[in-house]
């Protein structure tokens, strides 16, 4: 098993979804749909992405080695399943593939994009007080490129 610290950042990079994006998600009869089932009723996958929701509710340093041993579960889970893909792109994003994923909390049709708010963070706005007279057209072709940023960012 990777160290608590790896296995953290491999989580992290895996789950591309938000608790409110994960959450919601569940609630689909999709998601419902999919997976092994464990015996209780519900689906392996689904009661995973629950575990994840709570995870995802926590900070690192309030992280028990249960939620670690999940959280490798869910890397291992995550990277073996990638990898099996849809035979066909074109039906990916109503396949059982994908939805089995999100169950998980990876969204493979999800850029993921380690750059981009740290990039964003760097580009002046018109709350900015460094802002120059000619940042604004800049901005909003940014903002348009990436309109999924937090406010405070955009």
């Given at each position: 098993?990777?160290?608590?610290?790896?296995?953290?950042?491999?989580?992290?990079?895996?789950?591309?979804?938000?608790?409110?994006?994960?959450?919601?998600?569940?609630?689909?009869?999709?998601?419902?749909?999919?997976?092994?089932?464990?015996?209780?009723?519900?689906?392996?996958?689904?009661h995973?992405?629950?575990?994840?929701?709570?995870?995802?509710?926590?900070?690192?340093?309030?992280?028990?080695?249960?939620?670690?041993?999940?959280?490798?579960?869910?890397?291992?889970?995550?990277?073996?399943?990638?990898a099996?893909?849809?035979?066909?792109?074109?039906?990916?994003?109503?396949?059982?593939?994908?939805?089995?994923?999100?169950?998980?909390?990876?969204?493979?049709?999800?850029?993921?994009?380690?750059?981009?708010?740290?990039?964003?963070?760097?580009?002046?706005?018109?709350?900015?007080?460094?802002?120059?007279?000619?940042?604004?057209?800049?901005?909003?072709?940014?903002?348009?490129?990436f309109?999924?940023?937090?406010?405070?960012?955009?």
């Open positions: 098993m990777e160290a608590p610290a790896d296995i953290y950042t491999a989580c992290k990079h895996d789950v591309n979804m938000t608790a409110a994006e994960l959450q919601k998600w569940l609630q689909t009869e999709e998601s419902k749909s999919v997976g092994q089932a464990s015996g209780d009723g519900e689906r392996i996958g689904h995973s992405g629950e575990r994840i929701v709570e995870i995802l509710g926590k900070k690192k340093a309030d992280l028990m080695p249960d939620d670690q041993a999940h959280m490798h579960r869910v890397h291992s889970y995550v990277s073996r399943h990638s099996q893909g849809p035979h066909d792109e074109k039906d990916a994003a109503t396949s059982r593939w994908r939805y089995s994923l999100l169950n998980w909390g990876h969204n493979p049709l999800k850029k993921w994009l380690p750059w981009r708010a740290a990039f964003a963070a760097r580009i002046p706005t018109a709350r900015s007080p460094t802002r120059s007279k000619g940042c604004a057209p800049l901005t909003a072709y940014w903002s348009s490129l309109p999924r940023l937090p406010s405070k960012l955009a």
